[in-house]
């Protein structure tokens, strides 16, 4: 059973592994020359939209693994009727998947692990420069969670494939359910992981000036972009008084469009200045870098037990419904 896996997986295997080789070289060129920059502080500059392209398209591979190596993979053979030939010889239905789950996810896993370690690896002078580890696609391409990603992508195309029975609609339904989950963990269960640290920052003109953002589509007193050193900011409250109330939307306002000329200088300039007098503040909530290693390892556990769980899933479908 294991040999008839490998033999039906060989074009796959084949096309990861070439693909493979090719990224190894490329990442293994600029690893080089990445390391033989002695100013460091020059690597954002030069290689920091290299490092967000590379975490864009490596974000993508476990939606691709899960679209053309674990939907073909049961969907295909349940098309075809070629599943009957394989039980009608004494294999049992639930070894048959078993096996068919575990020789490519495993391939799979690998593939993503040796991507991950190159990328690390390459990108590790540049992550300790620019001090950023925790963004959404950052974070997604280092260290060991990609390996659950890729798991979880492969377990969902192959149960996904048993259950819809057609290969090309559990394809694109694979596809978008990966991406899906690759913005919903970062976003929605990844800040809490762990009780995130809590910090006020007074906003005088010179904090209010290092925001990205100030205000909303609404008009709402809120403030964006704000930094914690070293660390990756969970929460930012809305501006808040010296009593711990919300600044009115009047209030703000006032500020954003009629702020008295003062020449000041800065992103938001008078704006800033306007605030500044009102004595705001905001709340914050953030995860320490040193907090990397630990998300990472809770990430890959969660991926994993979600990839045992559609598995178990699979095993249990095959056993009672497929014909």
Not at 26 to 38: C, H, N, P, Q, S
Not at 138 to 154: E, M, N, S
Request: proline share 6%.
């Amino acid at each position: 059973m294991i040999r008839m896996t490998l033999r039906q997986f060989r074009v796959q295997a084949l096309i990861g592994a070439i693909l493979l080789a090719l990224a190894a070289i490329y990442l293994f060129r600029l690893g080089g020359d990445i390391y033989a920059v002695r100013d460091t502080s020059q690597l954002p500059n030069h290689y920091e939209q290299t490092m967000l392209f590379l975490a864009a398209g490596f974000g993508l591979v476990p939606a691709l693994i899960g679209a053309f190596w674990g939907a073909p993979l049961i969907a295909r053979e349940l098309e075809t009727g070629t599943h009957r030939l394989v039980w009608n010889q004494s294999v049992p239905r639930r070894r048959w998947l078993a096996v068919k789950l575990a020789v490519p996810g495993l391939a799979s896993m690998a593939v993503a692990g040796a991507l991950s370690a190159l990328l690390t690896w390459a990108a590790a002078p540049v992550d300790e420069a620019t001090g950023d580890r925790f963004s959404t696609m950052l974070f997604g391409a280092r260290g060991v969670a990609p390996i659950g990603y890729a798991a979880f992508g492969f377990a969902l195309g192959a149960v996904t494939g048993l259950l819809v029975r057609r290969t090309l609609p559990t394809m694109a339904m694979v596809f978008l359910a990966v991406i899906a989950m690759q913005f919903a963990v970062p976003n929605l269960l990844r800040p809490h992981f762990m009780p995130a640290d809590r910090t006020t920052v007074p906003m005088t003109a010179d904090a209010i000036n290092q925001a990205r953002m100030l205000g909303s589509i609404t008009g709402g007193p809120v403030v964006g972009g704000l930094e914690v050193p070293g660390a990756w900011v969970t929460y930012t409250s809305p501006l808040l008084t010296s009593d711990g109330r919300q600044l009115s939307d009047a209030a703000f306002n006032e500020c954003f469009s009629n702020a008295p000329k003062t020449g000041a200088t800065g992103t938001f300039g008078d704006i800033a200045v306007c605030l500044d007098k009102l004595n705001l503040h905001v709340d914050m909530a953030y995860q320490p870098n040193r907090r990397f290693w630990p998300f990472q390892w809770i990430e890959l556990g969660l991926y994993l037990g979600i990839s045992a769980l559609l598995a178990a899933v699979g095993l249990w479908r095959v056993q009672r419904r497929v014909a």
